[in-house]
């Protein structure tokens, strides 16, 4: 267990839809990163936020958004999902932007069919 | 670019012997990380092992080693006296940006350890 929670585990929606996926880092930790992993793209980054600010972004499409809120939670939106968009989505933290090692979450499995 | 190439999709290995897994990456940056991490059947990403750029000293944690060349941008992991538990995926990942945590990660090896 890495200390790093997500929710839900699994999802499964339709096309069109919208969702929320919720991350809880581990206690202290400063920073928190969305990955998302599928077959077609491999395991990608999309976005990292350190103590509610936005540091870093990857290939993250502009239908999806993520904010980190005042208790370090972040949240990862994905709205307007099309069938690509199925794939196993993690979140990481680190105690801070640049700490050398990512604990990652169980991930949220997200079918959209 | 920043890439990190993994060229071997799959390996097998028999239990209690060695294997090594390959990985190149490409980066302009002079401090940089790399990293090995596991994915088992349970999906949970595990880090092996890190290594510095800048240390020439090969890191090593336990069972896991890494070769490291820096000038052919290459880092390998070798796994010794390989375990079942040792069945899993693996990926390369760098982390180019100092300033950030992102991480590029290579398109992963599948390794199987046969009893």
């Known amino acids: 267990d890495s200390g790093v929670t997500q929710t839900p585990k699994h999802l499964i929606t339709a096309t069109g839809q919208r969702v929320t996926l919720r991350c809880s880092p581990r206690s202290g930790d400063l920073s928190v990163y969305w990955y998302q992993q599928s077959l077609d793209q491999g395991l990608q980054f999309l976005i990292q936020y350190y103590n509610g600010e936005e540091r870093a972004k990857g290939n993250i499409l502009e239908r999806f958004s993520a904010q980190q809120f005042p208790d370090l939670h972040s949240e990862l939106n994905l709205s307007s999902l099309e069938l690509g968009d199925s794939a196993l989505y993690f979140c990481?933290?680190?105690?801070?932007?640049?700490?050398?090692?990512?604990?990652f979450g169980p991930g949220t499995r997200l079918t959209v069919l | 670019a920043q890439t990190v190439t993994q060229s071997q999709p799959e390996m097998s290995v028999q239990e209690a012997e060695t294997v090594t897994l390959s990985c190149t990456y490409d980066?302009?940056?002079?401090?940089?990380?790399l990293f090995w991490y596991k994915q088992p059947p349970s999906r949970q990403m595990i880090l092996v092992i890190r290594q510095e750029a800048y240390k020439q000293q090969n890191a090593t944690e336990n069972r896991f080693s890494v070769n490291f060349q820096k000038a052919a941008k290459s880092f390998s992991l070798k796994i010794s006296d390989s375990q079942l538990g040792d069945t899993a995926m693996y990926f390369c990942?760098?982390?180019?940006?100092?300033?950030?945590?992102?991480?590029?990660f290579g398109q992963g090896t599948t390794l199987q350890v046969k009893p």
């Open positions: 990481a933290s680190s105690v801070t932007a640049t700490y050398n090692e990512q604990f």
């Open positions: 980066t302009s940056e002079s401090n940089y990380y």
């Open positions: 990942a760098s982390r180019p940006d100092s300033n950030t945590g992102k991480l590029i």
